[in-house]
């Protein structure tokens, strides 16, 4: 069974650091794109970061530019967002998602998220 | 950026009616469209893909089309289990987008 698993996430204070990890099983991980997407609380989805297949690429949305990292560890099949400087307007489930065989923007597999709440 | 404006925000069907969704996108995304369903607790679950592809294991009932800045969702006859929200997102130019969203709700 292809599977994500998400954690990390929980209560960070305003302005503070946490690394979300992402553990894929099921697959051959180093054969896909894979990408963060979060949901604030009773709102919609926005994508966050993608990256290729080798970390060689990497792709973020203006609102998270330069605050967070995404990375992943093809030897230990995990997808990593290192999120800093983290404000109240990020708080947020967080969904890592893979990306089809033929599309690193469509996401074919989700994991079940994992929420992170910024607040003091 | 390319905006996903889905129409509309709200669906009240009942079972067995047909349902159909909009996403219209400010720039032509050529068949670059995907749809999503979620219900509450859960992650979302990718419906159709390019447009007009039907995921893995997803039920004949669903089908999308369209192509340029004009897609549809379309359910032909609901299923209770098809009440939930349904996002469209584009691939076609970075930074990737998502519709806000059209609940279907039951009437």
């Known amino acids: 069974d292809v599977q994500l698993l998400e954690s990390g996430g929980g209560l960070v204070q305003p302005g503070g650091s946490v690394r979300l990890s992402c553990a894929a099983s099921?697959?051959?991980?180093?054969?896909?794109?894979m990408t963060w997407v979060r949901q604030a609380p009773g709102k919609g989805l926005e994508w966050v970061s993608t990256?290729?297949?080798?970390?060689?690429?990497?792709y973020y949305a203006d609102s998270v530019k330069g605050q967070f990292t995404i990375s992943r560890d093809n030897s230990k099949n995990t997808l990593y967002l290192q999120m800093n400087s983290l404000r109240a307007e990020d708080t947020a489930v967080y969904y890592c998602?893979?990306?089809?065989?033929?599309?690193?923007?469509?996401?074919?597999?989700w994991g079940q998220g994992t929420l992170v709440t910024v607040s003091s | 950026e390319i905006v996903l404006t889905q129409s509309p925000a709200t669906l009240s069907l009942s079972p067995g009616e047909r349902a159909t969704l909009s996403c219209r996108a400010s720039q032509s995304i050529s068949s670059s469209l995907a749809w999503y369903q979620q219900k509450p607790g859960q992650a979302p679950r990718l419906l159709i893909y390019?447009?007009?592809n039907r995921a893995t294991g997803i039920p004949a009932r669903f089908s999308g089309s369209g192509s340029g800045t004009d897609f549809t969702l379309t359910i032909s006859s609901l299923e209770p289990e098809d009440f939930a929200v349904y996002y469209c997102?584009?691939?076609?130019?970075?930074?990737?987008?998502f519709g806000g969203g059209t609940k279907v709700e039951i009437k």
């Open positions: 990256i290729t297949t080798t970390g060689g690429g990497t």
């Open positions: 997102q584009q691939r076609s130019n970075w930074p990737l987008t």
């Open positions: 099921g697959f051959t991980f180093s054969s896909y794109a």
């Open positions: 998602a893979r990306g089809t065989t033929g599309a690193a923007g469509t996401f074919e597999t």
């Open positions: 390019d447009a007009s």
